[in-house]
């Protein structure tokens, strides 16, 4: 069974840090496509970050293009978001994702992954 378990959510005060990882089981994802998503109250979902299979290629939403920074360690099946200098506007559940398709490029669209976590909150207080 494929799962995806994101951690490293809490509570932080506006200007600070967190590190998201988001751990697969169940299969590699080592020559996949995978991305972060989140959802504030009262939102649709929307695209945060996302990474090609090989790291080669990384995209942002423009509101948190040079503030957050999405990686991958292959070898331990995990990516990561470091999110820094967090604003309010970041508060909601950030999820994980990941495309079943092999040597799969950025993609930045929902209905790309198909594979979802079930998401950790990030509340950024001010």
């Known amino acids: 069974q494929v799962q995806l378990v994101e951690s490293g959510g809490g509570l932080v005060q506006a200007g600070g840090s967190l590190r998201l990882s988001c751990a697969a089981s169940?299969?590699?994802?080592?020559?996949?496509?995978m991305g972060w998503f989140r959802q504030a109250p009262g939102k649709e979902r929307e695209f945060v970050a996302a990474?090609?299979?090989?790291?080669?290629?990384?995209y942002y939403t423009d509101s948190v293009k040079g503030r957050f920074t999405i990686s991958r360690d292959n070898a331990k099946n995990t990516v990561y978001l470091q999110m820094n200098s967090l604003k309010v506007e970041d508060t909601a559940v950030y999820y994980c994702?990941?495309?079943?398709?092999?040597?799969?490029?950025?993609?930045?669209?929902?209905?790309?992954?198909?594979?979802w976590g079930q998401g950790t909150q990030v509340t950024v207080s001010s």
């Open positions: 994702a990941a495309n079943s398709l092999t040597w799969s490029g950025i993609k930045y669209r929902s209905y790309e992954y198909d594979y």
């Open positions: 990474i090609s299979w090989g790291a080669a290629s990384t």
């Open positions: 169940g299969r590699t994802f080592s020559r996949n496509a």
